[in-house]
């Protein structure tokens, strides 16, 4: 049985000796354009079902959707999520092109309407790890998120008249109201080198 450990503990040092060096020879994909590692793909998915599946919130909702509401919606998706995610005749621009490993869906066409609603919220408060996707809880209240939410249940088919009209040209809304500094953070120590 001692034997059994301290190899097992062998085998464990010898494979963080083995990913330590990989990363600082840069073994380790750091670059935006390059195709996911063996695996990625499956980890980042799977990881991401479980938390939606453990944390999304469930019916009711908070807030009911109506069709000023989704109106509201597509007037903060033009202002915070068109330029990766597209309107109805747009195509990828250089920011959605550039993304990677995993490009964000241009609504247009992969919609998320047979999502349930409680998953498409939980993806845009809290983002997807690993992708270009933003969380937004820093940035809008809940209402706001629910708007959105409501929003892309009903993109690109089934919209309600006045978003249906932001959605088709986006060139009327106003630029988002700009948002308060950020704290500023002490500067990092550097060590001496
Ligand atoms: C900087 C680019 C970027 C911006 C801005 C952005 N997204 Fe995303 N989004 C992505 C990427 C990349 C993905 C793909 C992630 C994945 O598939 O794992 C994504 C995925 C999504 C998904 C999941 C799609 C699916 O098929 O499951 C939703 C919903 C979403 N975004 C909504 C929004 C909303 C709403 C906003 C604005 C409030 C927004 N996004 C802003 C990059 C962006």
Request: aromatic share 8%; charged share 20%.
């Given at each position: 049985?001692?034997?059994?450990?301290?190899?097992?503990?062998?085998?464990?040092?010898?494979?963080?000796?083995?990913?330590?060096?990989?990363?600082?020879?840069?073994?380790?994909?750091?670059?935006?354009?390059?195709?996911?590692?063996?695996?990625?793909?499956?980890?980042?998915?799977?990881?991401?079902?479980?938390?939606?599946?453990?944390?999304?919130?469930?019916?009711?909702?908070?807030?009911?959707?109506?069709?000023?509401?989704?109106?509201?919606?597509?007037?903060?998706y033009?202002?915070?999520c068109a330029v990766c995610h597209g309107t109805a005749h747009t195509t990828p621009n250089?920011i959605a092109r550039?993304l990677?490993?995993i490009r964000p869906p241009q609504f247009a066409r992969d919609s998320v309407?047979?999502?349930?609603?409680?998953?498409?919220?939980?993806?845009?408060?809290?983002?997807?790890?690993?992708?270009g996707?933003?969380?937004?809880?820093?940035?809008?209240?809940?209402?706001?998120?629910?708007?959105?939410?409501?929003?892309l249940?009903?993109v690109p088919?089934?919209?309600?008249?006045?978003?249906?009209?932001?959605w088709?040209?986006?060139?009327?809304?106003?630029?988002?109201?700009?948002?308060?500094?950020?704290?500023?953070?002490?500067?990092?120590?550097?060590?001496?080198?």
């Amino acid at each position: 049985m001692r034997g059994f450990l301290v190899g097992f503990v062998a085998a464990l040092a010898v494979l963080a000796v083995l990913f330590f060096s990989a990363v600082k020879t840069g073994q380790l994909p750091a670059r935006a354009d390059g195709a996911p590692l063996p695996g990625e793909r499956w980890v980042a998915r799977t990881a991401l079902k479980a938390a939606i599946a453990r944390e999304a919130p469930k019916p009711p909702y908070p807030y009911p959707s109506s069709d000023p509401e989704i109106a509201n919606g597509a007037t903060l998706y033009v202002q915070n999520c068109a330029v990766c995610h597209g309107t109805a005749h747009t195509t990828p621009n250089a920011i959605a092109r550039g993304l990677g490993p995993i490009r964000p869906p241009q609504f247009a066409r992969d919609s998320v309407d047979d999502d349930p609603e409680g998953v498409t919220y939980w993806k845009i408060e809290h983002g997807i790890r690993f992708t270009g996707m933003p969380a937004y809880s820093p940035a809008l209240d809940e209402r706001s998120i629910w708007a959105l939410t409501y929003f892309l249940k009903r993109v690109p088919k089934d919209l309600p008249a006045a978003a249906n009209a932001i959605w088709e040209d986006p060139s009327h809304v106003a630029p988002p109201t700009p948002m308060p500094a950020l704290p500023t953070r002490p500067p990092r120590r550097r060590t001496a080198s």
